[in-house]
């Protein structure tokens, strides 16, 4: 089992910036992805970023690919996620997620483990 606890979110203003982070514990693995994806209220749960497990690649939703920026400290079992120009429409529940593969997949059916999501909201 995989135990993961994300950083707690916030409230900020359209066009500031937040960072999140997630700490794995148990049965980690540095060899396996890491991403985050994230849950409006009525809405799917979608795709945002996720890293390979040697962090040597990314991948980013369109939304917020050039805005947004993935990294992972394998020593410390974190992942973060550096929000920049943020929108209200990033308004949602974040959650990091730990893959079953080594590359940064964004199929929601390849991770296995959860944080239990920390809210960020926007206003504009």
């Known amino acids: 089992q995989v135990q993961l606890v994300e950083s707690e979110g916030g409230l900020v203003q359209a066009g500031g910036s937040l960072s999140l982070s997630c700490a794995a514990s148990g049965r980690t693995s540095i060899s396996r992805a890491m991403g985050w994806f994230r849950q409006a209220p009525g809405k799917e749960r979608d795709f945002v970023a996720a890293?390979?497990?040697?962090?040597?690649?990314?991948n980013y939703a369109g939304s917020v690919k050039g805005r947004f920026t993935i990294s992972r400290d394998n020593s410390k079992n974190t992942v973060y996620l550096q929000m920049n120009s943020l929108k209200p429409e990033d308004t949602a529940i974040y959650y990091c997620a730990v893959s079953r593969m080594a590359g940064p997949v964004t199929a929601r059916n390849l991770y296995d483990y959860w944080g239990q999501g920390t809210q960020v909201t926007v206003s504009s």
């Open positions: 890293i390979s497990g040697s962090a040597t690649s990314t």
